[in-house]
Nanobody
Framework: QVQLVESGGGLVQPGGSLRLSCVASGSIFSSNAMGWYRQAPGKQRELVAVISSGASTTYGDSVKGRFTISRDNAKNTVYLQMNSLEPEDTAVYYC?????????????????WGQGTQVTVSS
């Protein structure tokens, strides 16, 4: 049984920063990849960033150079540092556990999702 809890969202001005956190229950955190997704109203859920069990990272084109994903296995926590935020970043952000295939650069999400945390970028 895996449970994921996101936090850290809020209202921020364009150009500002936020750090999201996701705490995972259980004892299998360190052996799995973790991903951050986001979904805005009327939009499909999109993959934002992935970190493998070995701490390799991959980012969606829309956030490269602005977002950083990291993990702290001792705390069973994955983070998403978001800088230079833009209004188009406004969405509900979800964390997810999955498997990363490094040779194909492919992330396969398992059916473990948190409740999400709202990020709103507005002046």
């Amino acid at each position: 049984q895996v449970q994921l809890v996101e936090s850290g969202g809020g209202l921020v001005q364009p150009g500002g920063s936020l750090r999201l956190s996701c705490v995972a229950s259980g004892s299998i955190f360190s052996s799995n990849a973790m991903g951050w997704y986001r979904q805005a109203p009327g939009k499909q859920r999109e993959l934002v960033a992935v970190i493998s069990s070995g701490a390799s990272t991959t980012y969606g084109d829309s956030v490269k150079g602005r977002f950083t994903i990291s993990r702290d296995n001792a705390k069973n926590t994955v983070y998403l540092q978001m800088n230079s935020l833009e209004p188009e970043d406004t969405a509900v952000y979800y964390c997810n556990m999955g498997k990363y295939y490094s040779t194909a650069a492919y992330y396969y999400p398992y059916d473990y999702w948190g409740q999400g945390t709202q990020v709103t970028v507005s002046s």
